[in-house]
């Protein structure tokens, strides 16, 4: 080779802008079809009713199950319910009654049934009746049980079409749980809801879901609608990356429904208070956190369901939208440090048209309990397609990230991707 050609190729070399590497990929594939988007886990825990949160904080939400209960009767955002949503009222929990309980006295715990179901009837909403939260923290599973059946026959008394939703476990509790199954079944008081809670990783919900379905099976149970009616354990609750994961199981189970639980916040008040929205809100001024963006971005997905397969630590949720021919994507991490992440996405041409497509990339960088007032831009550019499919490389994907990937139609527009300078708050 010439030596000046050899200069010349070293030079370009040294001042080509490097492409980075993705350090894994998560494919969406738009050529599948899961179902109707439901948002089956927007959902909130109770103890909100001392405060509103504004319209414009609450309806992006897309809010599909509320947890009233313990003499929260009153719903403040029903009116702001979009239609088909759901609220379930706890009737039991805390221990409370449980000193008669013990005794094998039933009587005040039956009284103390009637008395909550006709004042909640009485107040006209349509709620589901969460018989005890967390008896596991409260009864051996021989007293709920008899304190389930005392109170399915109550509630069915005062209103037979009633929906009951239990046991509401303080996790996965499975011999608790079967134990409770095989007596509701051989008494005729199965839930028309099963319930349990989910603190630790989201994986797990999808396995636990899956085991209990077979088991069911298996033992002539048929519950087909679940509720994970608390969910986001205290580790992953400001954080929107594991949020995500959250949102992907429940989906991936095709659950019936799922609230966020809430707990305590930095700062020492209890965000299952103040109208903090289990805590996606600060409880100080109602500022957003980037775990409300996350779930501001799960319910803008629209259209139908499609298929994600999830990297060793990122997972998302996407659909497809044939009437506006654009594609929503929301992809977190789990863990990890701050790498480029692939988005691969197959079968186009199921939702647009044409050789290229327009690119919207935002980033939801974690901050914590700090508020996040909008996420970042970071691609505004058309993708060329080829074989059906095209890859966006998300860069800077901090291991609690989120980020949301949105595809349209061509505008024209060549602007290559802008290096990302999202401010990440420890």
């Not at 003499?71 to 759901?86: E, I």
């Not at 009616?229 to 609750?237: A, I, L, Q, R, S």
């Not at 700090?370 to 059906?388: C, H, R």
Request: proline share 6%; hydrophobic share 40%.
């Amino acid at each position: 080779m010439h030596l000046a050609t050899l200069k010349l190729l070293i030079t370009l070399l040294l001042v080509w802008p490097a492409v980075p590497s993705s350090a894994e990929t998560v494919t969406v594939d738009l050529g599948v079809d899961r179902g109707a988007v439901t948002y089956r886990a927007s959902g909130f825990l109770t103890g909100h009713n001392d405060n509103t949160v504004p319209s414009s904080l609450f309806v992006p939400l897309k809010l599909k199950m509320w947890r009233n209960g313990h003499g929260d009767v009153a719903n403040p955002y029903a009116s702001q319910m979009p239609a088909g949503s759901q609220a379930q009222y706890i009737i039991g929990g805390d221990c409370y009654l449980c000193s008669s309980i013990n005794n094998g006295d039933y009587s005040s715990w039956v009284s103390f049934v009637q008395t909550t179901v006709n004042t909640c009837l009485a107040s006209g909403i349509p709620f589901e009746w969460d018989i005890w939260n967390e008896p596991n923290n409260d009864l051996a599973v021989t007293q709920f049980e008899e304190a389930w059946r005392e109170a399915v026959v109550t509630i069915r008394a005062l209103s037979p079409g009633a929906v009951i939703v239990g046991p509401s476990l303080n996790g996965f509790a499975q011999s608790y749980l079967q134990a409770f199954l095989l007596y509701a079944r051989d008494h005729n008081v199965l839930p028309d809801v099963l319930s349990w809670h989910e603190f630790t990783y989201p994986t797990d919900m999808t396995g636990n879901i899956a085991a209990i379905r077979a088991w069911m099976v298996s033992n002539g149970i048929n519950v087909p609608r679940i509720s994970i009616n608390e969910m986001v354990g205290p580790n992953f609750t400001f954080s929107p990356g594991p949020h995500v994961w959250y949102f992907a199981a429940a989906e991936r189970a095709g659950i019936d429904s799922a609230a966020h639980a809430c707990w305590q916040d930095v700062n020492g008040i209890d965000d299952c208070s103040p109208a903090t929205l289990d805590g996606l809100l600060s409880p100080i001024d109602q500022s957003t956190r980037s775990t409300w963006w996350a779930t501001k971005a799960y319910a803008a997905i629209t259209g139908r369901l499609t298929d994600v397969i999830p990297g060793a630590t990122t997972d998302g949720v996407a659909g497809k939208d044939a009437a506006s021919s654009s594609a929503q994507i929301l992809v977190g991490r789990f863990s990890g440090g701050t790498d480029t992440i692939e988005v691969l996405v197959k079968n186009v041409s199921q939702v647009i048209s044409g050789s290229s497509v327009h690119v919207h990339a935002e980033q939801i960088p974690y901050s914590g309990t700090n508020a996040l007032s909008v996420p970042t831009p970071v691609i505004d550019a058309d993708y060329t397609v080829s074989g059906n499919q095209l890859s966006v490389l998300l860069p800077n994907f901090g291991g609690l990230d989120a980020y949301t990937v949105r595809l349209t139609g061509s505008t024209g527009d060549s602007t290559p991707p802008a290096s990302p300078t999202a401010l990440r708050v420890q």
